[in-house]
């Protein structure tokens, strides 16, 4: 089964640990209330070690989005949070958890993240009495960094936080630095990351906020229920087996009866609305997937030039550049063409599940009717990308030989 999600990112160790955990925390909870912090620290430790400050786990990465403005003071509906349209809507629940103001940006033409110039069209927008803009979520989409260190001089000018979400690039470094090609985060003024499904660190769930300005005072959360984590826990399983007989017929049924027992949910919808931290198993969990990423990130690079080999003189435009594989964590490969829906079902057809792509739509919600605050047509770089977009995978259960498929499917999706 080639699909661009759906436990994609467990290995069969992963899996292992997620059952064992599972147990721990069903028979932990049942006999003490006061739950283990060993490996939540552990990971803490290694987000300082990397990023300095001070660091506050999470259950989500909305979480991180909330506990950042909230700490940072911008919790008015005049405080306008700058951040780009092409994106999930999970930075827009995080925002209004916050009560603070999403104010959309639009991505640079032919590009897939905001630039200086679309911040400032936006700024010129929404900076105006009484409202006021405060900071700017720089998300760097399905790990290609933006331009980084021009934006960190726009937001200095400006007197704004600059936030990088590292969800998609935890890993990747800048590529308009100059030869020192700094770490993304490291000019940020606060980092926040989601290790929730299909994200570079995947965990099932969990976030942080790293403030690099340690003299800030972040709330104090509590757990999120147990049931959740335990839902959580059960993922890699569910999505193991569900990949394991995909081929015989039964991994359909398996997920549609799990989504429908609703043991199984879409990742756009939080369980929680308000910030929780991060429980120690799924912290754990986050710790193993840190090991492996270098490894990860190799194989990626690897996967993404095969297909910028191979993906060439068709009618496919490719978003992941030759110059940007040094530098992107490389989540997902990206290109341009028109009319994606028709090229991914002829893919599904095949076997090749990727109708999963990032983004279907500006602030996007997957099938859920989330009421978001993005106007129709106020962001039409994004609504054109959004509009023309797929995602190839690059995770690691993508072999060469798969990908050889997927290219000459795609290629023969072109020829007819
Ligand atoms: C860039 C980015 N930031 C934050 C989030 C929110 O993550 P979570 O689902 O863990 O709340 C997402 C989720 O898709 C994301 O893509």
Redesign the pocket.
Known sequence: MISASLGAHYSFRFVLLSIRLFWQTLIGSLLTNKPSTTASKQLENQLIKKFGGQVILTY??????QVALITHGFTKSSDVILTQAF??Y??E??ILRARAKPGYTDVGKGQLNLTVETLQQAYELYHQHPQQVRAVIV?HSLGHPAEITKIKDWCDKHQLVLIE?L??SYGATALDGGSSSKPLGSLADTI?L???RD?VIDAV???AVIFRNSSLTPPTLDFPPTAMVLKDLTYPFFTWLIRATYSIGLGKIIHKSLTLLGLMNN??Q?PTTQATTLPNSLAQLALLQLKNLDQTRFHRQKIAIFYLKNLTNIPLHPLTRAETLDHASLLRWAATTDHPKKLLHFLKRHQVHLTDR?YRSPVDCGKLNCATNYESKSCPQAEQLADTIINLPTHPKITIAQAQKITNLIKKYFKK
């Open positions: 989500k990465g909305r979480d991180a989005i994106a999930c999970a930075i629940e995080g998300q979400d969800a998609q926040v989601s290790f929730g994200k769930s969990g976030g990742p756009t939080s990032w």
